[in-house]
């Protein structure tokens, strides 16, 4: 029984679609090398997968010339006016600029953790190693932010608690400065005090009397008044009386 007839639409499975693309794309150049071979017929066949890889074949030894054959018997008149080194070095520049673009494609896509499946072994090694280098050094890139931040922070705390020192002795002064302040005008006031008091009671003498009231004359009475009267002259107080 053979086999049912295939319908050529895209295969949607991602993994079904790359094998597919790799046994077709192997018969393929498989086919153009016998085309070349049983009819000596000139092949250049290129291919690009869907990651924007290149396959080709040429059946000379340069693809160049068989490139510049077609651009003759395609554009004819137009392409005859460009010189055929011009061609080659553009073409040059472009391949190995294409060839640059598709490694850092390939590159960006394998650090990403994609399409590793093609690498061998010591390719995976060197992209681990790639890796752990790359992941060293975002590590000692924060680590070092880090330490800025925390040397600008003590900086900070620093020139704070020098600010609150500076602020503290102010303070202190005038606290000290105040009570000197108000035990100085406490100490006028007990002075000023201490002195009217004495003054008052060095104007004022008790008089020494019978407080019994004599009417006419009483010799007794008349010598204590006596007396008392000496004693405040030799005192240097005269009575408010004899006044």
Request: proline share 2%.
């Amino acid at each position: 029984m053979g086999r049912g007839r295939v319908e050529l639409k895209r295969i949607e499975n991602k993994i079904n679609r790359q094998v597919t693309f790799a046994k077709r794309r192997n018969g393929l150049l498989k086919k153009a090398y016998e085309l070349s071979v049983l009819c000596d017929a000139e092949v250049a066949l290129i291919i690009f997968s869907t990651r924007g890889k290149l396959y080709e074949f040429c059946s000379t030894d340069s693809m160049l010339k068989t490139l510049d054959r077609y651009q003759k018997c395609s554009y004819g008149a137009v392409e005859i006016s460009k010189p055929a080194k011009e061609l080659e070095s553009s073409y040059r520049e472009y391949l190995k600029l294409k060839t640059r673009y598709e490694a850092l494609q390939r590159t960006q896509r394998n650090l990403l953790g994609e399409d590793l499946g093609p690498l061998n072994s010591k390719e995976l090694e060197q992209l681990e190693r790639q890796l752990d280098s790359s992941l060293k050094h975002v590590r000692s890139i924060k680590t070092q932010y880090m330490l800025d931040q925390l040397s600008d922070l003590q900086n900070k705390e620093q020139m704070l608690m020098e600010a609150n020192r500076a602020l503290s002795i102010k303070l202190d002064e005038i606290s000290t400065r105040n009570q000197f302040q108000a035990s100085w005008e406490a100490g006028e006031q007990s002075v000023s005090f201490s002195n009217q008091q004495t003054q008052s009671q060095g104007l004022f003498q008790p008089l020494e009397c019978n407080p019994t009231l004599q009417i006419g004359y009483n010799p007794v009475a008349s010598d204590q008044i006596a007396a008392t009267t000496h004693a405040q002259q030799v005192n240097g107080f005269i009575p408010g009386w004899m006044l």
